[in-house]
Nanobody
Framework: VQLQASGGGLVQAGGSLTLSCAASGRTVSAYAVGWFRQAPGKEHEFVAANRRSGTSTYYADAVKGRFTISRDNAKNTVFLQMNSLKPEDTAVYYC??????????????????WGQGTLVTVSS
């Protein structure tokens, strides 16, 4: 499956952005999906995940209550709604898909497919 992320940009602290991830090649409903981010000089960091069933979602503590992951299987698209953005949310955001075990949902190693990344910059 190929993933194409979009929706990044420059936003002021406290603002909102919605990232989209369009999948092609296979239906995204066959996979768990998620978002990771990478700030300059740092490793990939788990942000959010949604199990293949679509009924369970998981968030990093740093974004819980502010970010929402969702998917539209009919449109083969995954979304990340980001509210109350903070300067520390500045990073390249990657959408991912794969078949991780439940214990591996928060690990980048659990996902076989990665989008190209979209840059989110939050100014203070």
């Amino acid at each position: 499956v190929q993933l194409q992320a979009s929706g990044g940009g420059l936003v002021q602290a406290g603002g909102s952005l919605t990232l989209s991830c369009a999948a092609s090649g296979r239906t995204v409903s066959a996979y768990a999906v998620g978002w990771f981010r990478q700030a300059p000089g740092k490793e990939h960091e788990f942000v959010a995940a949604n199990r293949r069933s679509g009924t369970s979602t998981y968030y990093a503590d740093a974004v819980k209550g502010r970010f929402t992951i969702s998917r539209d299987n009919a449109k083969n698209t995954v979304f990340l709604q980001m509210n109350s953005l903070k300067p520390e949310d500045t990073a390249v955001y990657y959408c991912v898909a794969g078949s991780p075990a439940l214990s591996g949902l928060r690990s980048s190693a659990g996902y076989s497919y990665w989008g190209q990344g979209t840059l989110v910059t939050v100014s203070s």
